[in-house]
């Protein structure tokens, strides 16, 4: 694992040392692939990827024709042990099909088993989404949580943005076109005051970033459905005082899948109030 990468007109010819090499691809824009991660690519015995037709037109691409190894982390413990014992005395570099590896992609429980079994692990680092959107959004990016995809159901997304609503740092998220009309009606409902950034297709054609309060968002795609790839971002709470009449909206939102108590717990949690006021003032408003 001591390889270094040799200058860009001396490629060396050395096979490389026995392990796994986690390999960053493009997300979209194929000249985002690293010198480091070519090179890993053309010496290393074998790949192991999510789908074997994505990763060989990348390979293809790059005039390379290796072994492909199809892995997910729900293959079973056989398979994934197949790998690892490859990786004993070969090196086998994991792609998935676009960004880094293990990052809301297959990889965790491969680098998990080589590591138990003492098997050397390195990364040839490169893009990532959740990195991309952070840095072209505009919103703060000291501190942010990155939570991977919002929950595609009604109960769990409104439950898991309301339970990360209160984090002081920038929340991100990964979502398609097809769902980001409902989670913005979410967190318009629940964070009507905060700032948020839709990043699609990054690196690519279409790239584009739209940023504003969620009220405005939902009214942009709603006249422009968004297609393609999105990272979605959410601000960090800010000064903003919330009123009492959209508390009153929130309870009743709230009340509407819940039961009272749930209801003011979860309204406590997105915004920070006090519980048991909460829970007085939903009980009123279900008597109402
Ligand atoms: N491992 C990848 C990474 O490091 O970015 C992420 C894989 S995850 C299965 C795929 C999701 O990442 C997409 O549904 C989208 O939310 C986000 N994504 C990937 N490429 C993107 C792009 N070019 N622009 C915006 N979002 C992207």
């Not at 990052?103 to 088993?113: A, E, F, M, Q, T």
């Not at 939570?147 to 609503?165: I, M, N, Q, Y």
Request: some cysteine; aromatic content about 4%.
């Amino acid at each position: 694992m001591s390889d270094i990468i040799p200058p860009p007109n001396s490629p060396s010819d050395q096979l490389l040392d026995a392990g796994l090499y986690i390999v960053a691809t493009p997300i979209g824009n194929l000249g985002d692939i690293t010198l480091r991660a070519v090179d890993v690519l053309r010496r290393c015995d074998a790949v192991a990827c999510e789908d074997t037709r994505v990763t060989g037109k990348l390979l293809k691409y790059l005039g390379l024709s290796k072994r492909l190894i199809r892995y997910n982390d729900h293959a079973d413990s056989r398979q994934r042990g197949q790998i690892v014992d490859l990786a004993r005395g070969s090196a086998v570099a994991l792609v998935s099909d676009a960004g880094t590896p293990l990052i809301n992609d297959p990889g965790y429980r491969l680098v998990k088993d080589m590591r138990v079994e003492g098997i050397p692990v390195t990364t040839a680092p490169g893009v990532s989404a959740v990195i991309a959107g952070l840095t072209l959004a505009g919103l703060p990016n000291d501190r942010f949580l990155f939570a991977g995809f919002v929950p595609s159901k009604d109960k769990a997304r409104r439950e898991a943005l309301s339970e990360l609503a209160q984090i002081d740092a920038t929340l991100v998220f990964y979502e398609t076109g097809p769902r980001l009309g409902k989670t913005l009606a979410v967190i318009e409902a629940l964070l009507p005051d905060r700032e948020v950034a839709v990043a699609r297709e990054l690196t690519k054609l279409h790239e584009e970033v739209q940023r504003g309060l969620p009220s405005g968002l939902m009214a942009w795609f709603d006249a422009h459905p968004p297609k393609g790839e999105i990272v979605l971002l959410i601000a960090p709470p800010g000064e903003a005082e919330i009123s009492d009449d959209q508390i009153d909206e929130l309870l009743r939102d709230a009340l509407v899948t819940n039961k009272t108590s749930q209801a003011a717990a979860e309204v406590a949690r997105a915004t920070g109030r006090d519980r048991k006021a909460l829970y007085a003032r939903a009980m009123e408003l279900r008597s109402q």
